[in-house]
């Protein structure tokens, strides 16, 4: 029964140390640093259970005075490294203070027992320990407006910069609404790994492949795009809303809020952007206001396509109820528009590849076609242009070599979800075989292809010859039957630092 008991006190301790270690490798602390704590961390465990196994003289004060401490050090450096934020420092000093008043109840209770000189010796240091405890107590008290005013002035800052960037030159003015217009919008990078972005079908798939984001660290940083759309029927609309300046330059700020687990299940580095990439600010330098934008079609609920929705408190968000109430979101993105959300029940009929469809205003202008598999939800949308459409990929596929389902394949769930994501591609294939004036615009496309997508829609919407491009520049990249041409397979490059952010090549 001892042993049962020990072992059941071991499982939990290795399961939280197991769980800590994962953190620290997402926050990119080195293997070897980390293997040699995780054993320490073991040793510990198995000391503290089982003195008598790390050596006939080994007792457990010894295994914490040559383990324990190292351990607790070790735990405090990696933390204050990766983790610490200054929204943590009421809670630490709060921590401290607890830990204090324990101790002298401890002590103090002890006090009683023994001669009189060591009753007293017991007691002055229940006092210290007290007066320690209540003095960290009111630092904690203290500190917590003292944290609030840092992050006030953090965002102050930032809004600063925003305003600097509306107020840049090169801003343009609000043209006359005749027709649909589609501006691209590059709101900043995320840094994922590479074979997450282009290793799905070399073992990256299910838990196999998030493990091995965790393991491979051979980086690359990938746009993060967001479409406006000004419509001459239904107003100022939007496809994702990319990511914010807060994700980006407060980013454990912005995922402190609920808890300190999202900051700890999310890399402090993921997202670039600078004050002119933000969804904000490119809005008004292309003549309009975040405040007009009335309905903002989400392809799925990942925050890198809905952390601008804290701009966007006026606007309906319409998104596949499966992704609200299966998919992994995170609250706060979603804080201000949770009353204001739309669930399309795709009952509109078959649209060419597509057994299911939404025509969401009942006028052809935009339907939603339901693309599962990458997030239980996930949606495409049909734009219909004059004389083109254009059709927002979301997370479908990442960019336009990823059409060649059958050769290059982003990082998939695993599963039934990694079918249903392969059989929306080809539909989203056959769709496009069969529309031939119909483009794809993608969210992360890192290829050649967005610069031509950002001449096309320079001006809001492409030309014929600026459609004509768009195609002709597909078809250099795909065959008809969608495979890849020579010359266009994607490779790693690694920094040339041998450490950072690397490239990936085409050749």
């Known amino acids: 029964m001892k ?18 270690l994962v953190v620290l490798r997402l926050k990119d602390v080195a293997a070897p640093l980390l293997v040699a704590y995780g054993l320490l961390l073991l040793g510990l465990a ?12 080994s007792t457990r004060t010894r295994v914490l005075a040559l383990l324990g401490a190292p351990a607790a050090l070790s735990t405090l450096a990696l933390y204050f490294a990766v983790v610490f934020y ?11 203070s607890a830990a204090a008043l324990a101790g002298a109840l401890v002590v103090g209770l002890r006090g009683r027992r023994g001669t009189a000189g060591a009753a007293a010796g017991r007691t002055r240091r229940a006092l210290l320990l007290g007066g320690a405890g209540l003095a960290l107590g009111a630092l904690s008290g203290l500190s917590v407006s003292r944290v609030d005013r840092h992050r006030r002035d953090v965002l102050a800052q930032g809004a600063k910069e925003l305003k600097e960037a509306v107020r840049a030159p090169g801003a343009r003015r609000r043209g006359a609404v005749g027709s649909v217009r589609v501006f691209p919008l590059h709101t900043g990078d995320t840094v994922v790994t590479y074979g997450q972005f282009y290793g799905g079908l070399d073992g990256w798939e299910g ?74 600010v490119q809005v008004a330098r292309l003549g309009y206001d975040v405040k007009e934008i009335s309905t903002v079609f989400l392809t799925h609920v990942h925050d890198d396509h809905a952390g601008g929705l804290r701009s966007l408190p006026r606007a309906t968000v319409v998104m596949d109820r499966r992704d609200w109430d299966e998919g ?36 052809g202008s935009v339907v939603l076609l339901p693309t599962p598999g990458h997030s239980p939800g996930h949606m495409c949308v049909l734009v219909r242009m004059d004389g083109a459409s254009a059709l927002f990929m979301g997370d479908t596929l990442y960019t336009l070599p990823h059409l060649a389902v059958d050769e ?27 529309a031939t004036d119909t483009v794809p615009l993608f969210a ?63 050749r």
């Open 328 to 363: 992994v979101l995170y609250p706060y993105s979603f804080d201000l528009v949770k009353e204001r959300l739309s669930f399309p029940a795709f009952d509109s009929g078959p649209l060419l590849a597509f057994p299911h469809s939404q025509d969401h205003f009942g006028d």
């Open 207 to 280: 838990l196999t492949g998030y493990t091995r984001t965790l393991l491979d660290k051979a980086q690359i940083a990938v746009p993060v795009y967001a479409y406006l759309i000004d419509h001459p029927l239904h107003g100022l609309m939007m496809v994702d809303t990319g990511v914010s300046w807060e994700q980006a330059n407060d980013h454990d700020g912005y995922y402190g809020h609920g808890g300190m687990a999202s900051r700890l299940l999310t890399e402090r580095h993921e997202y670039r952007l600078t004050a002119g990439q933000d969804l904000r």
């Open 444 to 506: 992360h496309d890192n290829t050649r292809y967005r610069h031509a997508v950002a001449s096309a829609f320079s001006q809001g919407r492409p030309d014929a010859a600026g459609l004509l491009a768009l195609r002709r520049h597909m078809d250099t990249v795909l065959t008809p039957d969608w495979r890849l041409r020579p010359g266009q397979a994607p490779h790693f490059v690694p920094p040339s630092s041998g450490a950072g952010v690397g490239e990936v090549a085409f």
């Open 86 to 96: 200054v929204t943590d420092v009421p809670v630490l000093l709060g921590l401290a």
């Open 408 to 434: 290059v394949r982003q990082m998939t769930i695993g599963g039934a979800d990694t079918a249903r994501q392969v059989e929306a591609a080809r539909r989203v294939q056959r769709l496009l075989a069969s």
């Open 46 to 57: 198995i000391g503290l259970l089982w003195p008598h196994a790390l050596g006939r003289r």
């Open 3 to 20: 042993i049962l008991c020990k072992i059941a006190l071991l499982a939990p301790a290795l399961a939280v140390s197991a769980a800590w």
